[in-house]
């Protein structure tokens, strides 16, 4: 079946590691996206990628990075210097610029920080 | 400066009656508005949307109705029923562009 697959569903770090969500999709989209939702904050735009090696910060990038290296991957890196980084993490894909701007979401990365 | 706003947090609501759900946005630009659904660790599932040619777009029980001028739209549900119980988060996008959503707001529908 197509869809986004997120992994690993939970994680622990400890502060001061750095830890990669993975997300993979098999929809052929060619945007993907990662938001992160905290209690009462609703989502919000982390990275998004429009096309292969070629990404744009969100409205709170600062603590992560991204790579997409090949369509079906949008890898997320939650490094050190992210202050906060406890959250639920979703990853989520479209078609890409004609498109309407529906997203079709994965099921989630709960992380937490130690 | 939010661009996408949900003002109320909570509705409750009796199993049969109408839930309406309001969304406020700041920015003219955007050309779609779209409403998720949102179950506790999942995530989100695209619900309905609508263009911004439209004022009005309907789908079974769920009806979303846009206001242009005074950058409001709403989601009406009638006949409300105890699934419909969720967060819902508007969200709006410029064409090609990425995904503002509200905060949203948690409906719960009671029996």
């Known amino acids: 079946d197509g869809g986004i697959t997120q992994s690993p569903k939970y994680l622990f770090r400890k502060e001061g590691q750095n830890v990669t969500l993975s997300c993979e999709q098999n929809l052929n989209h060619d945007a993907m996206y990662w938001y992160r939702q905290d209690p009462g904050q609703g989502l919000r735009l982390i990275y998004y990628s429009q096309i292969v090696n070629d990404f744009q910060k969100g409205d709170i990038a600062e603590g992560y990075s991204v790579s997409r290296e090949k369509k079906e991957s949008f890898p997320l890196t939650v490094t050190s210097a992210q202050k906060n980084p406890t959250a639920f993490y979703l990853c989520?894909?479209?078609?890409?610029?004609?498109?309407?701007?529906?997203?079709?979401f994965g099921e989630g990365s709960r992380l937490t920080v130690l | 400066d939010q661009q996408v706003k949900q003002n109320s947090p909570s509705l409750r609501v009796q199993e049969g009656r109408i839930s309406i759900l309001n969304c406020d946005y700041t920015?003219?630009?955007?050309?779609?508005f779209l409403w998720y659904k949102k179950y506790p660790a999942e995530g989100p599932t695209f619900l309905i949307s609508?263009?911004?040619?439209?004022d009005k777009n309907e789908d079974g029980r769920f009806t979303v109705f846009l206001n242009k001028s005074a950058k409001h739209l709403s989601l009406h549900i009638v006949p409300s029923q105890p699934g419909d119980s969720a967060v819902y988060f508007c969200a709006a996008s410029v064409r090609g562009g990425a995904l503002i959503f509200g905060k949203g707001t948690t409906l719960s529908v009671s029996s």
């Open positions: 989520a894909s479209s078609i890409g610029r004609a498109d309407t701007g529906e997203l079709f």
């Open positions: 609508i263009s911004s040619i439209k």
């Open positions: 920015n003219s630009m955007f050309d779609y």
